[in-house]
Structures are given as structure tokens and as C-alpha cells.
């Protein structure tokens, strides 16, 4: 898929960690409830982010944007989920000593524990987008509608039947509900800490989904 100058392509293991020197510069800084709990300064590592990221990576459904000049524009990290995974990874969770990254994760796990989604659909499991990044000096030209586009294509092609999103902020939700996406379950941040709560306009963390025919 391309337009213009910028095409998305599938990420190759050899590209793995100029995806993660993109993170560090745009996603683990920008995200709502990273920048809310101050998880990291633009730049900087975050062994237990990026090893999220890696392990996400290596599932290969993850696309990126790239330039002419074949420099990372926006990427989006997509991932499978199965019955059981969230509950291991919730104990995992809470043998981790980064108080920050657990209350982030803590977060995402409790929205996700407001609706079985696997008895809903009657699925074995879930195409997930994870993180959806773009480069801030490439935003506001729709790059987050090209990377979702290309995430639904991706699962329609691996025969996947339900695509998730957990999404933190109001402009990645904004793409998700233009691509059809309806929310399952949300957590408005208003009733979270204020101490962690994202400024506005961000609102609520939302789980959305979207049946792919």
C-alpha cells in the first residue's frame, strides 16, 4: 500500500529496532497515560516498553510507513491474543518493580476485564493493534488512518474474525471510529487518580472493537 511518498510495508526483523528508536522518540513519550505517569522523557529506554514491543514485533502482522529515503514516517504494532494470555500476563504484571509501567498496564487489563470478548464473538482469539505511532512531524496528514487501513487488511488476510483496540488517547480513537470500530468498554479518566489522569482532550480509555467479514 502506498500514497504519495510514504508506503507501508511489513516490518523486517533487520528494521526491529529502528521501529523501537521511533518509539523512544515519538510513542513512549506522546501516549496519553505514559506522559500522564511520566513513564519516560522523549529518547530515553524502557526495558519492560520495549521488550512489550519486541515480543509484539516478532507475531510479524506489524506494518510501518516508510519514506522515500526509506525513513520510518509512522508504524503500528500489531499482535494476537489468545484465551488465558491477558490473566498470565496480568501475574506477570504484578512481579514487576516499574510502579509506573504497572499502572498503565493495570489500566489496560481492567478495561479489558469489563467484557469477555472471546465468549462474545465466540472466538480462540484476537487481532490487536497495540500501539499506532506516527512521527510528529508527520502528523495531521491522515498517516493513522493509512497504518489502521493497512492493520484491517492484514488481519482480513491472516483470517482473523475480531480486531481490538485499546486506545488511550481521543485522535487515535478518532481513526478507529472512522474505520468502523464500535466501543465494547471504557474507563473515563475521570475516575482514575489524578495524579496519572492524561490532560484533556483525552478522555477515557477505550476498548474498541471492529467484526471484520
Known amino acids: 500500500m502506498s500514497t504519495g511518498e510514504l508506503t507501508v510495508v511489513a516490518i523486517p526483523e533487520n528494521r526491529f529496532s529502528d521501529v523501537i528508536d521511533h518509539l523512544r522518540l515519538n510513542f513512549f513519550a506522546d501516549e496519553p497515560l505514559n506522559r500522564a505517569v511520566g513513564l519516560c522523557q522523549r529518547g530515553d529506554c524502557h526495558f519492560e516498553l520495549e521488550q512489550h514491543c519486541l515480543q509484539t514485533l516478532k507475531q510479524g502482522y506489524s506494518r510501518m510507513l516508510l519514506d522515500q529515503k526509506g525513513m520510518i514516517a509512522g508504524t503500528v504494532l500489531n499482535g494476537i491474543v489468545q484465551k488465558g494470555e491477558r490473566e498470565e500476563a496480568e501475574r506477570r504484571l504484578a512481579e514487576m518493580s516499574d510502579e509506573k509501567f504497572k499502572t498503565i498496564f493495570g489500566l ?51 483470517c482473523f ?51 471484520l467479514d
Open 108 to 158: 489496560l487489563y481492567k478495561v479489558n476485564e469489563k467484557i469477555d470478548l472471546f465468549s462474545k464473538y465466540n472466538a480462540e482469539d484476537l487481532f490487536e493493534c497495540r500501539i499506532l505511532s506516527v512521527d510528529d512531524r508527520f502528523r495531521g496528514k491522515g498517516l493513522g488512518n493509512m497504518l489502521v487501513k493497512a492493520s484491517l487488511e492484514t488481519a482480513r488476510n491472516s
Open 161 to 211: 474474525k475480531v480486531f481490538k483496540a485499546d486506545a488511550t488517547g481521543l485522535f487515535s480513537q478518532k481513526v478507529f471510529l472512522k474505520h468502523g470500530f464500535q466501543v465494547e468498554a471504557e474507563i473515563p479518566y475521570s475516575e482514575i487518580d489524578e495524579n496519572i489522569r492524561p490532560d484533556p482532550p483525552h478522555r477515557a480509555l477505550q476498548l474498541l472493537v471492529k467484526i
